[in-house]
């Protein structure tokens, strides 16, 4: 799903420049690190989330099987339990799905393809709505009308179908089935293109506050030019209320990601991500075989509630209001 | 004030009008219709006259210009799969998803708002800290999933709830309703929590967010000076003031439920019209796409519109700034 | 939206609720309701729109054919009590007296006559059930001949699947042509209709529920004990077996797979499982002179028998049949089901053999292999894409890395059949529309012309072809003699295997999920005919 506002209202005026210190002074005396130290659930949730980020990224070494080497996988091992089952067998801990994929490797390979493409998607998305946010809230005029009724356009259609067309452009043009790297290219882009319309609308209403202000006027008043008044006067102040949008559309970014492969336009289930395995293995919930959802579905939940507990702690100390 | 109603308006059918283009220009990619129309004998001679007879060889300019014609005369096609009128066919879905949407955002706004209070009021207990986590589980698992997992253990585990479709319901005029028999308001449950899950986790947290700071204002810390009880700074004060960015935000993610219900629909067999489109694309029936899509356009330049009107009737800083863009 | 579309729309709607509310002055309960749950939709009433197999077996609950189908896919009388050809080219026809359509008027030869046409018209998808070539001859009221241009013994091989529609009804109400696809308004007979079978659809909201009724008119006796039966469209396969195993519906189709023991274990339903027609394949294509999407380049590997012999031979289909069909499939050494040809038997499927087809693609000059994309539909039959998967995973073990290109049905077909054929690898499912040898000779295997309309070779995205296989075609479509007939058509099956022409995979089981109240039967074209369906009373 997309297409909600998180309206920050004013956001915190923004330091003045000083002499500054080293940035990493600055972030060993801040308040952030105290706060951070204090907070039970941010350590917890950031010991989970580089845990996962690092299981992920050392999965060619530590798992058992490359689950994306059809040579490795053999129908005889298909559908077997995890270890602690009666027919569990050795190597697959947390068994095997239909196709004799072990689901531990896939689980750490998964997780893995949903955070790149979470990671990018987001980033994409992010960059695109910030730097249009920034365009139409500053610049406004017939500009701000002509980003904020595309934006309208946009909101109209699902991800899903601007993936849809996305993809059916590339396969096109391509034709034939893509290797992963464009493929995860195209997701990312698709998602970029879903996304970004809450960046803008956030950040755009933000500006719209902002560049009414003081200090705003005033750097305009020394002569800094549009883009850096924006960049480095502006930027700063919304990045809150962006930080927040991001967090949880990591998340979406992943789930959106599954909802594709469900309509075939995601990534195939010979290569597959966190939210491809829960896709597939959704079919084996009735029939005991839950073992092929449950793994990737506890992954993807356990990754998104740390990166969501850690971007609520965030939302909460970057707001002055609250400390 | 006329003169950007006015404009607004005109903006809005342009977007309209590049919604319908766009989508045109999809459906190129969606697969071919002839092939989910006839039965596998048709000979490769007969599926090519099919396709010519459809106008599916000319050009997608020609094509889309066709259709805005009939669009705009209020005709909105036959459905290649059906051979009904699209018009009658979302007539018929429509009061399907509209119900769905409603309950699912009534489902929202109540348990998000208690929960967001709650953890706003009790800060760092560790219900609180439940409700956050559990409510994160709304956004962290794909929505066919917890529909899945509700069907699992609400129908076919114990029985109480129907996994599937409206129940009885009943017409009023053109209008089918299941909140007037009891097995189509106990159908609704499911799927409204299934589609109102993310909504609520949104509430939630945005309340509690709103009212964490809404209690360090001023004017609360006032209203405690002067001596009123806590429930009452609490309910008449801190929650009004947060309800105004909460229903907002609720009454733009209306759209956005009415188009999104189309994975609850389809994993619960809502006859909505979400459900006939995802019907439609999975048969490539074009003019049941883009009908729907225009739809849902209309919805949400409706919305758009409505709200930026209340912005500038409310808030004078607003105004300005359009008045500038002018 | 200009206020005409706002007229329209409201005119829909008025359209609908005053349809709706005549229904709803019938009676609400009836004593004995079957409710039952399918995949995909009843889409249009009009019996020659949609020939699909779903469909023809919920028409055949209203609307009747001349000649039917027994339980054991044997000839049967339905309309016409009786029928003899008293000369090779003239089939007569001897109609049922005392037959009522649902609208009360009597059935005559006028009918059949009437049908004959209609089925035949432009915007019928039923257009090859009856041969084109066939004159219809009213002798009298109730004796009608079809007059054959040459002698064709499967000429009523289709009759089953064509029903006899009312000419008075059709005319009264503007539905003497069929509802064509590409129709600008719509009509009639896809929201109503009248047969003269023993139910009446007494209400079909398109993709949602259709509901049938006893006819109390009906000329014979039914079967079946119902008063009602309700039909509605459960699409995700899920929700499906929930509503099953909850008890809301009766009978669905159809049960994945690994469904299967839970609906067993459940105690209140149990899955009908059975041989289906349909023939899994993959195809190779032998057309281009350069594979697509292949890493090689200037040459086609197919066109090299040797590949296509490796290829056989390094797919487990038994391992495939057992793990991802979990024993539901029938693995098959021909394109065809053995149910449909007697002689089906002999051909036995050459063993899996890793080590030979190692062998084979050395000598074919691809020791190390070669890589090309695989087409393969995703949500069209049982387990496609595990099937496709299964294959990938085996043909690594030669060294060939396929690309796996697994896409919904309406991009698959759109990509692979004609004009373009645009695949080099396949896998897709046939069921012959006449339950014969010979649509598969023709449609599938057949030589595919650029520009020629027969429809031979239609299916053949392979461009598999052999001129010989073609002449054994035509012997078989009108030789006589059952016993030369069936040695043609295995010497034409022959020509095939030896050619490695087509990789069959299987035949997949056809499975129904079905509540212990309710007695039905399952015939292997995998129809659902209510009129053999009971169950008990509450």
Known sequence: MSGYDLDAGDAPPVPLPEAAPSRLARWRDSDLLASFLGSKTAMAALIATVLMVGLAFASSWIAPQNPYDPAQLDLINSNLPPIWQADGQAPFYLGTDDQGRDVLSAVLYGLRLSLIVGVLGVLTSGVLGIALGLIAGYAGGALDTLIMRVADVQLTFPAILIALVVDGVARASFGGALDVGPLIGLIVVSIGLSFWVQYARTVRSSVMVEKGKDYVQAARLIGLSPPVILVRHVLPNVTGPVFVIATINLALAIITEATLSFLGTGLPETMPSLGTLIRTGNRFLFSGEWWIVAFPGLALAGLVIAINLLGDWLRDALNPKLQ | ?326 | MPRSALKTLARGVSVVAVATFAFAALPAQAANVFRFAFQGDLKSLDPYSLKESFTEGMQEAAYEPLVTLDKNLKFAPALAESWETPEPTRWRFHLRRNVKFHDGTPFTADDVIFSAQRVRATGSNFTTNVPADAEFVKVDDYTVDMVLKKPNPIAIAQFPTWVIMSKAWSEKNGVVQPTPPSATSPSYATLHENGTGPFVIAEHQPGVKTVFKKFDGYWGKAESNLDEAVLTTIANPATRVAALLSGEVDWIDPVPLQDQQRVNASGTATVMAGPELRTIFLGMDQDRDELKDSSVKGKNPFKDIKVREAFYLAIDEDTIAKRVMRGQAVPSALMIAPALYDRGAEFKRPATDLKKAKDLMAQAGYPDGFSLTMDCPNDRYVNDEAICQAVVSMLARINVKVNLNAQPKAKYFAKVLAPNYDTSFYLLGWTPSSLDSHNILYEIVGCRKPGDKSGRGGWNLAGYCDPKIDDIADKVESETDKTKRDALIKEGFDVLNTDWGYIPLHQQALAWGVSKKVHLTQRADNLLLLYWVSKDPQ
């Open chain 2, 1 to 326: 004030m006329l003169a950007f109603l006015l404009r607004r308006v005109i903006q809005a059918a342009a977007v309209l009008a590049v919604v319908g283009l766009i989508a045109f220009a999809m459906f190129r990619f969606a697969g071919d219709p002839v092939n989910q129309i006839v039965g596998p004998d048709t000979t490769v001679a007969e599926r090519a006259q099919i396709r010519t007879d459809l106008g599916l060889d000319d050009p997608v300019l020609v094509q889309f210009a066709r259709y805005a014609g009939n669009v705009v005369r209020g005709r909105f096609g036959i459905s290649y799969q059906f051979r009904q009128p699209v018009s009658q066919l979302l007539a018929e879905r429509m009061p399907a998803t509209l119900e769905l949407a409603f309950c699912a955002t009534i489902f929202a706004l109540v348990v998000g708002i208690l929960m967001g209070v709650y953890c706003a009021l009790f800060r760092d207990s560790w219900l609180a800290g439940l409700f956050q986590a559990v409510s994160l589980i709304g956004i962290s698992l794909p929505t066919f999933l917890i529909g899945i997992l509700l069907i699992y253990l609400f129908s076919v585990t114990l029985g109480w709830l129907p996994s599937y479709g409206r129940g009885d319901t009943v017409r009023l005029g053109w209008w089918t309703t299941g909140f007037l028999t009891a097995s189509g308001l106990k159908a609704l449950i499911l799927p409204s929590v299934t589609l109102g899950l993310f909504q609520m986790t949104l509430i939630m947290r945005l309340v509690r967010a709103e009212m964490l700071e809404v209690l360090r204002t001023d004017y609360i810390r006032f209203a405690r000076a002067r001596g009123l009880t806590t429930r009452a700074v609490h309910l008449r004060h801190a929650l009004k003031n947060t309800l105004v960015p909460v229903i907002t935000i609720a009454g733009l993610q209306l759209g956005s439920v009415i188009a999104f219900s189309i994975i609850t629909e389809t994993v619960f067999q809502w006859p909505g019209m979400g459900l006939l489109f995802v019907q439609a694309v999975q048969n490539v029936d074009i003019p049941i796409m883009s009908a729907y899509l225009l739809l849902v356009a209309l919805i949400f330049v409706t919305i758009n519109l409505v709200v930026d009107i209340l912005y500038t009737v409310v808030d004078p800083r607003l105004r300005l700034s359009t008045g500038r863009a002018a």
